[in-house]
């Protein structure tokens, strides 16, 4: 069974056409991955649809790096 982190690790991959291997926590989206901030409206959006959840502004605004989506991913599963 795939896990949150596995499941957010492939929607941030397709969205931006990066190999699963080249994300890890401590990975930064934007500068690292090189999302821009459409590419992270779009993948909070397929988060929020996958995972049956809505993230307010002010926890997306938080969130720069792989790790930051994978504590927000936890956050609100546990809801």
Known sequence: MATIQDKTK???????KVSESEITPEKNLFNDLGADSLDFVEI???????????????????V??????YQLMEQYSNK
């Open 44 to 62: 909070s959006m397929m988060l929020e649809r996958e995972f049956n959840v809505k993230f307010t502004e002010a926890d997306t605004a938080a």
């Open 10 to 16: 492939a929607l941030i991959a397709s969205k931006l």
């Open 64 to 69: 720069k790096t792989v790790g930051d989506l």
